[in-house]
Nanobody, 115 residues
């Protein structure tokens, strides 16, 4: 089983930057990919960025060129560098870890971008 803890959210002005971090614990050897998703009030959960073990990255069109996903040393950390933030980026950001048994979600960290 995998557990995830996110950190790094907060309040920032339009055009600002934040870095989110996700630390995985437990059976981290079972993780094949990690990613970041977000959910704004009244909206569905959407993929923001994912990174597979081999390093291949995938981004939502709305964040390409502004957000970068990366992994720390080892398999148990994932970061999301967010630049040129917009009010539309306001949401709860959740870390996800993908294994053969399914997807594990973190509790989420709130990102609020003021105009």
């Amino acid at each position: 089983q995998v557990q995830l803890v996110e950190s790094g959210g907060g309040l920032v002005q339009t055009g600002g930057a934040l870095k989110l971090s996700c630390v995985a614990s437990g059976n981290i050897g079972s993780i094949s990919a990690m990613g970041w998703y977000r959910q704004a009030p009244g909206k569905g959960r959407e993929m923001v960025a994912t990174m597979a073990d081999g390093g291949s990255e995938n981004y939502a069109d709305s964040v390409k060129g502004r957000f970068t996903i990366s992994k720390g040393v080892g398999k148990n950390t994932a970061h999301l560098d967010m630049n040129m933030l917009k009010p539309d980026d306001t949401a709860a950001y959740l870390c996800a870890a993908f294994t053969s048994r399914g997807t594990t979600w973190g509790q989420g960290t709130q990102v609020t971008v003021s105009s």
